[in-house]
């Protein structure tokens, strides 16, 4: 079955960039979405398509893929972004998945 | 307003069975493909069950022939009944749409649902 590996913690300083990387066996051939998961609350569509940023979603999130790794930016960050961070891909074989989710602390 | 709201939830026994629904405002309910996602407490989120525009549906292997996803466009609802429910069933159960862009991507997601299998 497909997985997708994601580090369970990040911390980050108000103000600096953080850097949440998903990793799978040809991540790169196949399109990544990230979605935002505050406690409490239902998740949210973050990134689609590795870099497309939905509408109403700040600048200051970003997110590439290439070769066997996706990563989610987050530039200037935010107390308000402290959240759990989910990335998720397709897979001919196990379908829709995802990884197994980041919690972003911003100290 | 897009909106989905979940309901259906509740405490089931083991081996018991529950039916959630998910009723869809603000869109065309009928031009999207749906999703369940599950999120036991305190994990992440497992993908459960997806119908496409024509009734095709997908499973994970761990609820396969357990989960039935349904679809009624004229309600514009979406279903998913659940049998032979396991301790490991517990979880807040989200109804999701695909995105029309990329059918892959689950860009509107409901307030959820909590089944407790007890």
């Known amino acids: 079955s497909y997985e997708l590996t994601q580090p369970s913690s990040v911390s980050v300083s108000p103000g600096q960039t953080a850097i949440i990387t998903c990793s799978g066996d040809?991540?790169?051939?196949?399109?990544v979405s990230w979605y935002q998961q505050k406690p409490g609350q239902s998740p949210v569509l973050v990134i689609y398509?590795?870099?497309k940023r939905p509408s109403g979603i700040p600048e200051r999130f970003s997110g590439s893929d290439s070769g066997n790794t996706a990563t989610l930016t987050i530039s200037g960050t935010q107390a308000v972004d402290e959240a759990d961070y989910y990335c998720?891909?397709?897979?001919?074989?196990?379908?829709?998945?995802f990884g197994g989710g980041t919690k972003l602390t911003v100290l | 307003e897009v909106l989905l709201v979940e309901s259906g939830g509740g405490l089931v026994q083991p081996g018991g069975s529950l039916r959630l629904s998910c009723s869809a405002f603000?869109?065309?309910?009928?031009?999207?493909?749906m999703h369940w996602v599950r999120q036991a407490t305190g994990k992440g989120l497992e993908w459960v069950s997806a119908?496409?525009?024509?009734?095709?549906?997908y499973y994970p292997a761990s609820v396969k022939g357990r989960f039935t996803i349904s679809r009624e466009s004229a309600n514009n609802s979406l279903y998913l009944q659940m049998n032979s429910l396991r301790a490991e069933d517990t979880a807040v159960y989200y109804c999701?749409?695909?995105?029309?862009?990329?059918?892959?991507?689950?860009?509107?997601w409901g307030q959820g649902t909590m089944v407790t299998v007890s």
């Open positions: 999701a749409r695909g995105s029309p862009i990329n059918v892959n991507t689950f860009d509107i």
């Open positions: 603000g869109f065309t309910f009928s031009n999207y493909d």
């Open positions: 119908i496409g525009l024509v009734g095709d549906t």
């Open positions: 040809k991540l790169g051939d196949t399109y």
């Open positions: 398509q590795d870099t």
């Open positions: 998720q891909a397709w897979d001919s074989s196990t379908y829709w998945v």
